[in-house]
């Protein structure tokens, strides 16, 4: 098992020579890091993990802390980043996806860099970065991180074909990932370009593939069941629809507690809303209120203030089939979002 403190970790590229003097160096500005890394490398042997809430109403999970080093170290192996690899930290640590990337960094001797987290990235001048988290939209954002990062993860949103078209031809390694706090982050990858497609040897650019210990099962109506033998989670029934293709691959659909029954057609949000997404500027969502005689009707929402548009055009080049098509579109000024910028559907 690898250490919870590497002696090589660096923080801003900076040798940290103990725990108390990270925490110290931390605090004035960043005090939920320093909180969590007090916790972190504590005797304590469980931490307690919280869900951010975007599909159900948040709780609190605990695990060992001995599951959170497995974890790390099977990133660690899988994206190739030995002692001193240089790692950009701009997710806060409020939630899983921040507390992890502390746990690999501290475990795995990288040198953390830490910016704030925000829509328009400040990167730190110098060298490369050998990986880093971000959400797809600061990568809408940031265009210029495919020349400053070897490899990157994206979780968090779904991304359009338009997204993918972008980064065919970027350099940095792009994957999307598939995971939650119940699994301790990233369970499978989906590469996004064809730089992180030989560097795994995937050749399935539109399917999430298993990393190395986790397979994939289904239940009831196409729902996926998560196991990995290397943390011992699962079998994990989830709430997201998939198409399976083998115990260690699939094409995930949407949420179940997100599908539209409309008159007898499952209409599935999230598939929706890919087609919709590139005829679309601003964030929205699919959703659906009560009808007399279908069950559900679909309704867009879409955030700010009204604007005008032949609505049937677009629904045509999306391609939406005519009972896929939203019946009535709203408008909010402002989405309600989780800390972690997810969109909470209404």
Do not use: C
């Not at 690898?2 to 923080?11: A, D, S």
């Not at 990337?101 to 704030?116: K, Q, S, T």
């Amino acid at each position: 098992m690898i250490p919870r403190f590497h002696p090589r970790f660096k923080l801003n590229g900076r040798p940290v020579s103990s725990v108390h003097g990270l925490v110290e160096m931390l605090r004035p500005a960043y005090p939920g890091h320093a909180a969590f890394v007090e916790e972190w490398l504590s005797d304590h042997p469980r931490i307690t993990l919280h869900t951010s809430g975007s599909t159900g109403k948040p709780k609190a999970l605990v695990f060992a802390k001995e599951k959170l080093l497995r974890h790390a170290e099977r990133t660690i192996s899988y994206f190739d980043l030995p002692p001193g690899s240089k790692v950009l930290l701009n997710l806060q640590s409020s939630y899983v996806a921040g507390k992890m990337m502390w746990v690999r960094a501290l475990a795995g001797g990288w040198d953390l860099h830490i910016i704030p987290s925000r829509g328009r990235l400040e990167l730190p001048a110098g060298p490369p970065f050998d990986f880093g988290a971000m959400v797809p939209y600061q990568i809408y954002h940031n265009p210029a991180v495919k020349d400053r990062f070897r490899q990157l993860i994206l979780g968090g949103a779904p991304v359009d074909p338009g997204f993918v078209e972008t980064v065919r031809d970027w350099p940095v390694a792009l994957y999307l990932t598939y995971g939650m706090t119940e699994t301790l982050t990233h369970v499978a990858v989906r590469p996004l370009n064809p730089a992180a497609m030989r560097r795994h040897e995937l050749s399935a650019p539109d399917l999430y593939h298993a990393l190395p210990g986790v397979s994939f099962s289904v239940y009831g109506e196409n729902l996926l069941t998560v196991r990995d033998r290397l943390t011992d989670i699962g079998p994990l029934q989830t709430g997201d629809v998939v198409d399976l293709k083998d115990a260690h691959s699939f094409r995930w659909l949407g949420r179940a507690d997100n599908v539209i029954n409309s008159g007898g057609h499952k209409i599935i949000p999230e598939t929706v809303e890919s087609r919709l997404r590139p005829y679309i500027s601003r964030d929205f969502y699919l959703t659906s209120r009560p009808h007399s005689l279908w069950g559900e009707q679909a309704v867009l929402v879409i955030e700010g203030r009204p604007y005008k548009e032949d609505w049937d055009r677009l629904y045509d080049r999306a391609g939406l089939h005519p009972y896929e098509r939203p019946k009535q579109i709203l408008f909010m000024p402002t989405f309600e979002r989780t800390n972690s910028g997810k969109i909470i559907r209404k």
